[in-house]
T-cell receptor, first 119, second 113 residues
Framework: GAVVSQHPSWVICKSGTSVKIECRSL??????MFWYRQFPKQSLMLMAT?????????EQGVEKDKFLINHASLTLSTLTVTSAHPEDSSFYIC???????????????FGEGSRLTVL | QKEVEQNSGPLSVPEGAIASLNCTYS??????FFWYRQYSGKSPELIMF????GDKEDGRFTAQLNKASQYVSLLIRDSQPSDSATYLC?????????????FGKGTKLSVIP
């Protein structure tokens, strides 16, 4: 399957600082990437849909000014958590859909995830 | 609101047995259905997808879909301890060009040696 790389895999930061997480599709072009957040023992919750060259679409309840998403190229999307607080501590996972695939099943490929801990 | 429901478990089965994981969904217009496996602290990995009524087999895994009952299941034959993980059911929301997935909370499977 296709490979999606996420970096960093884990990060610890102080409250009030900003953290950037990168999501790269390594062997395919991704016109659309999705950012999920997962709290312990909970399911993946979609935060936003990132489209290359346009503004991200945020899910209800997700602050766009706090979670900045940039999808400047077909292989890279970034999520910046601004002014992070302890309640932002979570497992953030990106996923991507290959623009080159003919399949219409909607198969997504996931990054390895980034565990954020805000002290 | 589109919902995907799973029994959180844990589901414990002995090694070599068949594990049966179930999932129901609320959006009757849902088109594609996915089963992901997630080990603790890791991101989900796709096991199978299905979009037609009936059974789809891949190795030890069989996905079953019944759109009339809005029900999808995953059977794991000859369960192995390495199958112990949380299994997430995901449904592709309906809508032209939509590739968003709605996930269930997952069922934790424990295969006892």
């Amino acid at each position: 399957g296709a490979v999606v790389s996420q970096h960093p895999s884990w990060v610890i930061c102080k409250s009030g600082t900003s953290v950037k997480i990168e999501c790269r599709s390594l062997d395919f072009q991704a016109t659309t990437m999705f950012w999920y957040r997962q709290f312990p023992k909970q399911s993946l919750m979609l935060m936003a849909t990132s489209n290359e060259g346009s503004k991200a679409t945020y899910e209800q309840g997700v602050e766009k000014d706090k979670f900045l998403i940039n999808h400047a190229s077909l292989t890279l999307s970034t999520l910046t958590v601004t002014s992070a607080h302890p309640e932002d501590s979570s497992f953030y996972i990106c996923s991507a859909r290959s623009s080159g695939r003919a399949s219409n099943t909607g198969e997504l490929f996931f990054g390895e995830g980034s565990r954020l801990t805000v002290l | 609101q589109k919902e995907v429901e799973q029994n959180s478990g844990p589901l414990s089965v002995p090694e070599g047995a068949i594990a049966s994981l179930n999932c129901t969904y609320s959006d009757r217009g849902s088109q594609s259905f996915f089963w992901y496996r997630q080990y603790s602290g890791k991101s989900p990995e796709l096991i199978m997808f299905i979009y037609s009524n009936g059974d789809k087999e891949d190795g030890r895994f069989t996905a079953q879909l019944n759109k009339a009952s809005q029900y999808v299941s995953l059977l794991i034959r000859d369960s192995q301890p390495s199958d112990s993980a949380t299994y997430l059911c995901a449904v592709r929301v309906s809508g032209a060009g939509s590739y968003q997935l709605t996930f269930g909370k997952g069922t934790k499977l424990s295969v006892i040696p």
